[in-house]
C-alpha cells in the first residue's frame, strides 16, 4: 500500500512556474512506477509525466519541453517542475504509483497504475 500526498499548486499568470511536490509513504525507486496526472472540469484525467520503474522519464507531447519530472529517493519525493505554463494547464494534478509492468502504450494510462493521492489544483491566468 502506498498513500501519496501532493502540494505546492497555485495561481499562477500564464509564463510562469510552479513546482509540484508529492511525498510517497514508501521506498518507491525499486517497486514502483510513478507519474502525475491532471484533469480539467469537464474532462477525462489525463497523463502528464511519468517515470517508470527502470528510470525511463516520459512526458506526454502538449508539455515536452516545458515540464520536467524528477525524484529524490532520499525523501521519497517526486516532483513536477512546471515553465511556461499555460492557460490549459490548468487542472487538478495527481500523482499516482503502480507495481504494474509498463510500457510506452500504457504508462500514461490512468488504468495502469493503482495508488492515487488526492491532487493539488493549478490554476494559470492569462
Known amino acids: 500500500q502506498v498513500q501519496l500526498v501532493e502540494s505546492d499548486g497555485g495561481s499562477v499568470q500564464a509564463g510562469g512556474s510552479l513546482r509540484l511536490s508529492c511525498v510517497t509513504s514508501?521506498?518507491?525507486?525499486?517497486?514502483?512506477?510513478v507519474a502525475w496526472f491532471r484533469q480539467a472540469p469537464g474532462k477525462e484525467r489525463e497523463g502528464v509525466a511519468v517515470?517508470?520503474?527502470?528510470?525511463?522519464?516520459m512526458y506526454t507531447d502538449s508539455v515536452k519541453g516545458r515540464f520536467t519530472m524528477t525524484r529524490d529517493n532520499a525523501k521519497n519525493t517526486l516532483y513536477l517542475s512546471m515553465n511556461m505554463l499555460k492557460p490549459e494547464d490548468t487542472a487538478m494534478y495527481y500523482c499516482a504509483a503502480t507495481k504494474a509492468l509498463l510500457f510506452k502504450w500504457n504508462a500514461l494510462r490512468r488504468t495502469s497504475y493503482d495508488y492515487w493521492g488526492q491532487g493539488t489544483q493549478v490554476t494559470v491566468s492569462s
Open positions: 514508501v521506498y518507491t525507486a525499486t517497486s514502483y512506477s
Open positions: 517515470i517508470t520503474l527502470d528510470g525511463t522519464t
